[in-house]
């Protein structure tokens, strides 16, 4: 277990951490993107970790743009890629803290093979899953996080799909450290990142974010407070101890740290078959 | 004091890639490819290297671009299925201008195809697999020594020019056994990428000096550079501007251009006085060879130019060997594939005629010898 | 057939799945690599490896092989009548061919000289008809003068699992023996 220690935020700047000369930024106005970016940052400051050790692997959407104004080493890779990607970079490289940012298209839709087993693995990153329920960059098409009946633009008459339960998923596939917040709740998105970096192995923190330019209008759910509102309204934290039994019916909003446990690191582990094969071959 | 030893065509090809300094493998099993990953398996623990069998081919291509973007040299195999899925990040590679190497040990395909038979139906593919104008370079080896020693040569042009790199050879090569010498290279023949040296500040990732290859910045060194497959500027962010766009595009599909004297590698067997000249690679090569030397027997002089450096093609050997001869016979194992790119080189200074089978099986030293006799009749 | 590499020959080891033949061929091509000599060995790789047709083949030069494949047989080796079809158009009437006498029904027709033994036999009253390979290949050295009997069986002693050493050895003298008493057929 990792401790928590909350600090002010006026600690912390977030434009030491961003590339400021990419300003403005790409983002629409209301997008929970920029508040999970923050939130993502602070965490990053609050653990000191260093920019120059700091690699931001994203993959291909909204949420994959967002890694590029991260002051770090950022790769910003192909569609539903970057934790196959990350997998790669911190085997080669385990002295760097890795940081996976992905959407709910890019991971759980065309990424969704490497996602299990990145969480089967469990080797040291944090997947930080920014859930709009939309493809927002292409227009706004259905993805397999779009709520029931919800009005996409490859779903004209509403949505017929069940739904993907991030958290579920990555629970079943074995993920260490399993948590969701809303962009609404900073802090608690802060820590929830805090305890997943500092968290050894893999981690999926899902993030509740709002697509309010694209989704949001289509579907009539108000300007972005109005939105973050709505979403306030059903919150269900986690100490509630009310989740939902059905795999395809899921709260979206119930929050917290779902999973936490101890297991081999797979960097630990590859590092142990190293030494026996080196000790077996002297 | 002699080092031979009889060793597989994949064996050896994945005893050149950790004398290469290969440090990462990321595979996912495919016949007839897998002896690669399970030799890999194998050895790269021993040299503190890592081996990953990943989800998919996708995921392993992707985490072999991902580690050396870590600054790690690595590579992955594959065959015909997993070459056309390992495309997209391959595009990827060559876009970030990422060292890897990509080894395809061809079968027969279109689809699931033959998959223990051998065939060289995707040298269009390893040229033009991935979308978009994109710099690669193919190596194709026709022995198992050749396969060590291109495997080689693979890591060192990938790390020196900043291209993904696909070592091309066929079923038959792959799983042969063959008495070579595996002499390891010295340490002076091994290539690895310049990385980033100097001040952090207005450091420019894609800014390149004359020779076109920019230095390579390690993560961890203090660069915290962007690597995007955007089309990007110098300083490694998304561009849109023609200019820019235009100015990137020209380094990235001209540094090979640039270092041409590098790459190309050709062999000629008995070249000067044919009257045929064959060109082919791979397995039908080596049936060239034999069915020379059988012709010459029976006063029929032809010849054989070898692209071992496929891709870029060597367009101006080529015309000096084809000048002059009666004909050119390209025999491939394939509906006809190398034959387009001699018939575009040549362009009509020589009628070039084609050999091709595709039904599994190796094309044979009577059948190379047979068609010759009919392009001297 | 007309051999223009002199020095070149070819040689097949064929029959069922299972016989171990592979094994064969990589001690011969291995013994040859330790004396300097240059070897091809190629197999067909098939999904299965029980049962169904087995083969090996050797192609040995003193410098580098060109066409690795074998186009026409010097020696043949076939311990299983499965075998036979697959030695059409490789056979001449030159070829040196050692068959097993109690698996082999219906020999081939080209060669002109063929050594029927009884080679899985030999194995059996060993106690394992699994080392008929080796006997075979025991047969091959005295009959084929590729490579001096004592370095091949050296050699096959370093490639075989420690515990079947002995009765390996066995094989490959009872191999030997078979062929030099061997009737031509």
Redesign the interface.
């Known amino acids: 277990m990792n401790e928590i220690k909350v600090t002010s935020a006026d600690e912390f700047d977030i434009r030491d951490w961003l590339r400021t000369d990419l300003m403005p930024h790409f983002m629409c106005p209301g997008c929970g993107h920029g508040i999970a970016l923050r939130a993502l940052l602070w965490a990053c400051h609050e653990l000191g970790i260093g920019k120059d050790r700091l690699a931001v692997v994203s993959g291909i959407g909204c949420s994959g743009r967002t890694g590029a104004y991260i002051d770090a080493n950022t790769f910003h890779t192909t569609h539903g890629r970057p934790l196959a990607f990350a997998t790669g970079l911190k085997l080669a490289r385990p002295d760097l803290t890795v940081i996976v940012i992905s959407g709910d298209g890019d991971s759980l839709a065309i990424g969704g093979n490497h996602l299990i087993h990145a969480c089967r693995r469990n080797l040291d990153m944090t997947l930080v899953l920014l859930n709009n329920e939309v493809y927002g960059m292409t227009g706004g098409q259905v993805s397999p996080t779009t709520s029931a009946e919800r009005f996409t633009t490859t779903t004209p008459a509403g949505n017929m799909e069940p739904v993907f339960d991030a958290c579920k998923l990555a629970e079943g596939a074995g993920a260490s450290f399993v948590g969701r917040e809303a962009t609404l709740q900073t802090p608690a998105l802060k820590d929830l990142f805090k305890a997943a970096i500092a968290h050894k192995g893999f981690s999926l923190t899902e993030v509740i974010s709002d697509c309010t330019e694209i989704f949001g209008r289509k579907n009539a759910l108000g300007s972005s407070p109005e939105m973050v509102l709505k979403q306030k309204k059903v919150m269900i934290p986690a100490h509630t101890d009310n989740r939902v039994p059905e795999p395809f019916k899921p709260h979206p909003f119930e929050t917290g740290v779902f999973v936490r446990q101890e297991r081999p690191e797979y960097g630990e582990v590859y590092e142990a078959l190293r030494a026996r094969v080196r000790e077996k071959g002297k | 004091m002699?080092t031979?030893?009889?060793i597989q065509g994949n064996a050896a090809c994945a005893a050149g890639a950790i004398a290469a300094g290969c440090?990462?493998y990321?595979g996912y099993p495919i016949?007839?490819s897998s002896e690669i990953a399970e030799q890999m398996a194998a050895r790269l623990?021993?040299v503190?290297g890592?081996f990953?069998q990943?989800?998919?081919e996708?995921?392993?291509m992707?985490?072999?671009?991902?580690?050396?973007?870590?600054?790690?040299k690595?590579m992955t195999a594959t065959s015909g299925p997993g070459f056309s899925l390992k495309q997209?990040?391959l595009g990827?590679a060559a876009m970030t201008e990422t060292p890897c190497v990509i080894v395809n040990v061809m079968r027969g395909g279109p689809s699931t195809g033959l998959?223990?038979r051998p065939a060289q139906a995707d040298i269009m593919q390893a040229r033009w697999g991935t979308h978009g104008d994109h710099p690669i370079i193919v190596l194709a080896p026709h022995?198992v020594?050749e396969i060590f020693e291109e495997t080689i040569r693979a890591f060192n042009l990938a790390e020196a020019l900043r291209v993904p790199v696909v070592v091309l050879y066929d079923?038959?090569?792959g799983?042969?056994?063959?008495?070579v010498d595996l002499t390891p290279p010295q340490p002076e023949d091994i290539v690895t990428r310049t990385f980033a040296s100097g001040p952090a500040e207005d450091y420019l990732p894609y800014a390149a000096g004359e020779d076109m290859i920019p230095a390579f910045p390690r993560?961890?060194?203090?660069?915290?550079?962007?690597?995007?497959?955007?089309t990007h500027d110098e300083r490694g962010?998304?561009t849109q501007d023609p200019q820019k766009v235009d100015a990137f595009m020209k380094r990235l599909l001209g540094k090979l251009e640039r270092h041409a004297k590098m790459i190309e590698k050709t062999e000629s067997v008995e070249v000067d006085d044919a009257q045929v000249l064959i060109v082919t690679m791979g397995?039908p090569a080596?049936?060239a060879?034999?069915a020379i030397?059988?012709l010459r027997?029976e006063g029929i002089r032809a010849g054989l130019l070898r692209p071992v450096t496929l891709w870029p093609f060597p367009e101006a050997a080529l015309r000096a060997a084809a000048k002059g001869k009666r004909a050119v016979l390209v025999p491939e194992m394939n509906a006809g594939q190398l034959i387009l790119e001699v018939q575009r080189v040549l362009g009509g200074a020589a009628p070039v005629s084609g050999l091709n089978v595709f039904n599994g099986e190796?094309i044979?030293?009577?059948q190379i010898a047979q068609a010759v006799k009919e392009l001297v009749k | 057939m007309s051999k223009t590499e002199p020095l070149e020959m070819q040689i097949r080891f064929a029959g069922s799945g299972g016989q171990g033949l592979i094994l064969s061929a990589r001690i011969l091509a291995a013994a040859l690599a330790g004396e300097g000599r240059f070897v091809a060995q190629s197999q067909a790789y098939e999904p299965t490896s029980r049962g169904g047709l087995s083969r090996s083949d050797l192609v040995i030069s003193e410098r580098e092989v060109d066409y690795p494949l074998v186009t026409a047989l010097d020696v043949a080796v076939i311990l299983d009548q499965v075998a036979v079809p697959a030695c059409a158009g490789l056979l001449g009437r030159q070829t040196l061919t050692i068959i097993d006498a109690g698996k082999v029904t219906a020999p081939p027709e080209e060669p002109q000289t063929i050594h029927a033994l009884p080679i899985t036999e030999t194995a059996r009253a060993l106690g394992n008809p699994r080392v008929a390979n080796i006997t075979a290949l025991g047969a091959l050295a005295e009959l084929a003068g590729l490579i001096a009997p004592q370095t091949l069986r050296a050699r096959m002693l370093k490639l075989v699992p420690a515990r079947f050493r002995d009765i390996n050895a066995e094989a490959f003298d009872a191999g030997q023996a078979l062929a030099k008493a061997a009737e031509k057929v």
């Open positions: 002699s031979l030893q009889n440090r990462f990321a016949t007839p623990p021993k503190g890592t990953i990943m989800e998919d996708l995921g392993s992707a985490a072999t671009v991902g580690a050396s973007l870590g600054g790690v690595a997209e990040n990827y998959p223990t022995t020594r079923e038959t090569i799983h042969l056994v063959e008495t993560p961890g060194d203090g660069y915290r550079t962007h690597t995007t497959g955007l962010f998304p397995t080596r049936a060879k034999t030397r059988q027997d190796p044979a030293p009577q």
